[in-house]
C-alpha cells in the first residue's frame, strides 16, 4: 500500500471526501516527522516504534570510480515491529 492508497482506504472506511482523508495522512505523517526531526520517539502499542538512529562519519568508496571518500555522520530513521503485528503476519 502506498500513500495515495492510504488515503483512498482511508476515505471509502470512514466515508469522507478524500481532501479530508489527505489532509488527516499528512498531519499524522507531518507530525511524525517533526517528533522525529526533534529526536523524539513514536510509539504505536501493537504496531511498532520510530526512532532516529545516529551513524558517524567513515571512509567510504565510490562505486563507480573506486575511489575513498568522506562520509559525513547522518541520522537516519529506523523502525523496529512490535511484537503483536510480528505475531499477526506470521498467523499467530
Known sequence: MNKSELIMALADKENIA???ADKTVNMVFGGFIDTLKKGGRIEI??????HIREYGAYEGRNPKSGEKTQVNQKKLPFF???KELKEKVNGK
Open 45 to 50: 502499542r501493537g504496531f511498532g516504534t520510530f
Open 80 to 82: 523496529k515491529v512490535g
Open 18 to 20: 478524500e481532501k479530508d
